[in-house]
């Protein structure tokens, strides 16, 4: 059964501090690994795609490594700001299949 | 900017009863799918759609559930005979054609389902 775990399952932090989040998924059949921002009332935006081992992404503040062959992720915001107070899910996807799944989130709170 | 757009936003029916959740993909996408998250649990993939045929299902997707692209613009999910169990916020996604699951998805509002 593939599994998904991301890791702390919530955060609270101060406006400024830079903090980071963990995705764990299977390091065999790899295929891509998504990143989604998750606002509450709102739909998951897509932050990052990646399919390469040692890939790294970066939209603004935002920042994600991929580690394929020991099956991690790290999702990196610089300098928090209350509007980054979301949940951040990552999805794995494996070859030969159409089918994404997803941890749990970690839920992001920034205080102002 | 283009954007999956789902309906209705809540709907609610009684156990028993069949429901269509309709999507309206962005246009030029060519993948579709559907998920769902069942309150305080993970979003689980049901199905996924190419070429006007399904092209993975979960263990989930069993045969009460149905897709179809009846027009080339909307996709639905028909869920016959409701059960108590089928509640839960229902995803509808889409993406573009090159590398399938290694393009990012694009995710409708979703539709709340409350089976009474």
């Known amino acids: 059964i593939l599994n998904v775990e991301q890791s702390p399952q919530s955060l609270h932090v101060q406006e400024g501090d830079s903090t980071n989040f963990t995705c764990s998924f299977p390091s065999s059949n790899f295929y891509a690994l998504h990143w989604y921002r998750w606002e509450t009332a709102k739909s998951p935006e897509a932050l990052f795609v990646m399919t390469l081992n040692g890939d790294e992404k970066k939209k603004g503040r935002i920042s994600a490594t991929l580690n394929t062959k020991e099956g991690y992720s790290y999702l990196y915001i610089k300098g928090s700001q209350p509007e980054d107070s979301a949940t951040y899910l990552c999805a794995f996807s494996a070859t030969g299949g159409f089918k994404t799944i997803f941890g749990a989130g970690t839920r992001l709170f920034v205080k102002a | 900017e283009p954007e999956v757009t789902q309906t209705p936003s809540h709907q609610v029916t009684q156990m028993g009863q069949e429901v269509i959740l309709r999507c309206v993909p962005i246009?030029?996408?060519?993948?579709f799918y559907w998920y769902r998250q069942i309150l305080g649990q993970k979003v689980e993939f049901l199905v996924s759609f190419y070429n006007n045929e399904i092209s993975e299902k979960s263990e989930i997707f069993d045969d009460q559930f149905s897709v179809e692209r009846p027009d080339g613009s909307n996709f639905t999910l028909k869920i016959r005979s409701t059960k108590l169990e089928d509640s839960a916020m229902y995803f509808c996604a889409s993406s573009e054609a090159l590398w399938g699951v290694g393009q990012p998805q694009h995710f409708g509002d979703g539709t709340r389902l409350s089976i009474l």
């Open positions: 246009s030029n996408h060519l993948y």
